[in-house]
Structures are given as structure tokens and as C-alpha cells.
Nanobody
């Protein structure tokens, strides 16, 4: 079992920045992939950024160059640094971890970008 707790969401003006954190606990050694997803009202959940155990990172085209995913293995925490935020980035952001064949989710954190 893996538990994920997100923090760092909030309200920010367009052009501003936020940093999301996701602290993992439990069977951490089995995690091979962590990612951030988001879901806006009336839309499907979409992958925003991901990082593998080996450090390979991937981003959706909509956030490439603005968002950075990173991980602190000592703290078992993954971060999402979000810069140059746009109103269309408004969504609930979810942390996800894949361990063996199971995907775990955090509770989500709201990010609202005002124009």
C-alpha cells in the first residue's frame, strides 16, 4: 500500500507561480513511477507531468516549458513547480504513484488561476 498526501494548491493570478507537493508513505520502495494529473470541471483527468524511478521526466504539451516535476528521494516527496500559470490551468491536481501493478491516488488539491 502507498499513501499520497498533496499540498500547495490555492488561488493565484495569471502569470503567477505555485508549487505542489506530494508526500508518499507506505511501500515506497515499490514505486517505479510518479505523476501529476489534473481534472478541470466537465473534462477528463489528464496527465500533466511524470517522473520515473530513474529520473526520466515527461510533460504534456500544454505545460511544457512552464511546469517542472522533481522528486526528493530522501523526503519521499514529488514536487510540481508551476510557473507562468494561465486560467486554463485551473483544475484539481492529483498526485499518482504506480507500485508494481497498482496505481495509487492522492486526495487532490485545487489550483485556481484568475485572469
Amino acid at each position: 500500500q502507498v499513501q499520497l498526501v498533496e499540498s500547495g494548491g490555492g488561488l493565484v493570478q495569471a502569470g503567477g507561480s505555485l508549487r505542489l507537493s506530494c508526500a508518499a508513505s507506505g511501500s515506497i520502495a515499490s514505486i517505479n513511477f510518479m505523476a501529476w494529473y489534473r481534472q478541470a470541471p466537465g473534462k477528463q483527468r489528464e496527465l500533466v507531468a511524470a517522473v520515473t524511478r530513474g529520473g526520466t521526466r515527461n510533460y504534456s504539451d500544454s505545460v511544457k516549458g512552464r511546469f517542472t516535476i522533481s522528486r526528493d528521494n530522501a523526503k519521499n516527496t514529488v514536487y510540481l513547480q508551476m510557473n507562468s500559470l494561465k486560467p486554463e490551468d485551473t483544475a484539481v491536481y492529483y498526485c499518482s504513484a504506480r507500485a508494481l501493478s497498482t496505481t495509487y491516488w492522492g486526495q487532490g488539491t485545487q489550483v485556481t488561476v484568475s485572469s
